[in-house]
């Protein structure tokens, strides 16, 4: 017969305490008092010694189980292909740390919170964007005593988001631009509907000022219009019209684009643009689009460790968000203006 592994076989093994093992293997709080080290190594020891968490009796004392709520609309996680790439990250890290993952419908909270904590679950992940969405969900966490992290937008209270930051992914693209020799640069924006817009609005700002450059409100948009828009800005005297613009997304930069070849400008000679997505269009556009690339997986990675309270290296902002950064794709929409004067004085 098999003798059963215990707590006090895997304390010795370890080299720790037993009540540090129980902590560990519970997720007690009070293993956050341990180093990040000696946690795993009581983990490595439960492993390779064969150890098997009773969840249930672990429920029974605790009150919790080893099982993250995740709060969304089901028809954005089939549509959006950042969500489902947050979700992969999600998964992966609560996997590799032995936690489950049970997904509730943010169209009803009082009653998917009531699931919650028929559930025992004591930690939520909310992928709303919707504010009042946001807010409720953040008053039932405080009501419950639950553990709650969203990913998006920024936090709300003490409840932190993980977000891309969205501010200096516009202003990088702005000195990207300035360092290929464009001073006259434009922003493609939509109505500030959500705080991510706001933030790359407010990027573009810094850009501007950090590059030294002028900003004309002429070659600002902040309309669904995208196509209309490009077309009145371009429509200014070639002397006074953006040479290159920010867009919002890759599908704002592409209607842009569009507009521009059907005002007959060539592409990026009269007409650069940089995106934001590093969606499939994005590479089949007429010119593909230089972009950036948003890192969803390590976001839902990163969501996972705060909400079990864990310290990761970076600290939050002013909006209490963690912000994750993207990495920019270079295509062939950005027309380098500073080439262009080093070949002109090479053939004089």
């Given at each position: 017969?098999?003798?059963?592994?215990?707590?006090?076989?895997?304390?010795?093994?370890?080299?720790v305490s037993a009540c540090s093992v129980s902590w560990v293997l519970r997720d007690h709080p009070r293993s956050r008092n341990l180093s990040l080290k000696t946690r795993q190594?009581?983990?490595?020891?439960?492993?390779?010694?064969?150890?098997?968490?009773?969840?249930?009796?672990?429920?029974?004392?605790?009150?919790?189980?080893?099982?993250?709520?995740?709060?969304?609309?089901?028809?954005?996680?089939?549509?959006?292909?950042?969500?489902?790439?947050?979700?992969?990250?999600?998964?992966?890290?609560?996997?590799?740390?032995?936690?489950?993952?049970?997904?509730?419908?943010?169209?009803?909270?009082?009653?998917?919170?009531?699931?919650?904590?028929?559930?025992?679950?004591?930690?939520?992940?909310?992928?709303?964007?919707?504010?009042?969405?946001?807010?409720?969900?953040?008053?039932?966490?405080?009501?419950?005593?639950?553990?709650?992290?969203?990913?998006?937008?920024?936090?709300?209270?003490?409840?932190?988001?993980?977000?891309?930051?969205?501010?200096?992914?516009?202003?990088?693209?702005?000195?990207?631009?300035?360092?290929?020799?464009?001073?006259?640069?434009?922003?493609?924006?939509?109505?500030?509907?959500?705080?991510?817009?706001?933030?790359?609005?407010?990027?573009?700002?810094?850009?501007?000022?950090?590059?030294?450059?002028?900003?004309?409100?002429r070659w600002i948009s902040t309309t669904d219009e995208i196509e209309q828009a490009v077309g009145r800005i371009l429509a200014l005297p070639k002397k006074e019209r953006p040479t290159?613009?920010?867009?919002?997304?890759?599908?704002?930069?592409?209607?842009?684009?569009?507009?521009?070849?059907?005002?007959?400008?060539?592409?990026?000679?009269?007409?650069?643009?940089?995106?934001?997505?590093?969606?499939?269009?994005?590479?089949?556009?007429?010119?593909?689009?230089?972009?950036?690339?948003?890192?969803?997986?390590?976001?839902?990675?990163?969501?996972?460790?705060?909400?079990?309270?864990?310290?990761?290296?970076?600290?939050?902002?002013?909006?209490?968000?963690?912000?994750?950064?993207?990495?920019?794709?270079?295509?062939?929409?950005?027309?380098?203006?500073?080439?262009?004067?080093?070949?002109?004085?090479?053939?004089?």
């Amino acid at each position: 017969m098999v003798k059963k592994v215990t707590i006090y076989d895997i304390s010795e093994a370890a080299g720790v305490s037993a009540c540090s093992v129980s902590w560990v293997l519970r997720d007690h709080p009070r293993s956050r008092n341990l180093s990040l080290k000696t946690r795993q190594r009581i983990l490595d020891a439960a492993e390779k010694m064969g150890y098997i968490c009773n969840q249930l009796a672990s429920a029974t004392s605790t009150g919790q189980v080893n099982t993250i709520a995740v709060l969304l609309k089901f028809d954005e996680l089939r549509s959006l292909v950042p969500m489902n790439q947050i979700m992969s990250g999600i998964m992966l890290e609560t996997a590799e740390r032995k936690f489950g993952v049970k997904v509730f419908s943010e169209y009803d909270l009082d009653s998917a919170f009531r699931s919650i904590m028929q559930n025992r679950i004591g930690k939520v992940i909310s992928m709303s964007l919707d504010l009042s969405s946001r807010e409720k969900t953040a008053a039932l966490a405080e009501k419950y005593s639950l553990d709650l992290v969203y990913a998006y937008e920024h936090g709300h209270g003490r409840f932190p988001a993980v977000n891309t930051d969205n501010a200096e992914m516009t202003s990088t693209a702005v000195r990207y631009l300035a360092a290929h020799g464009h001073s006259r640069i434009g922003l493609l924006c939509v109505p500030h509907r959500w705080f991510y817009i706001e933030d790359r609005h407010n990027g573009y700002l810094k850009g501007m000022a950090e590059s030294g450059l002028k900003v004309d409100p002429r070659w600002i948009s902040t309309t669904d219009e995208i196509e209309q828009a490009v077309g009145r800005i371009l429509a200014l005297p070639k002397k006074e019209r953006p040479t290159a613009f920010v867009a919002l997304s890759d599908s704002v930069a592409m209607k842009a684009q569009r507009q521009a070849w059907k005002m007959k400008l060539r592409i990026p000679e009269d007409f650069s643009v940089v995106g934001v997505g590093d969606t499939d269009g994005s590479r089949l556009a007429i010119v593909p689009v230089t972009t950036f690339r948003e890192t969803h997986f390590e976001a839902g990675k990163l969501l996972v460790r705060l909400v079990l309270r864990e310290k990761p290296e970076i600290s939050p902002d002013e909006f209490n968000v963690y912000h994750t950064h993207a990495e920019i794709i270079e295509r062939e929409s950005v027309f380098n203006i500073n080439n262009q004067h080093i070949k002109r004085r090479g053939s004089t």
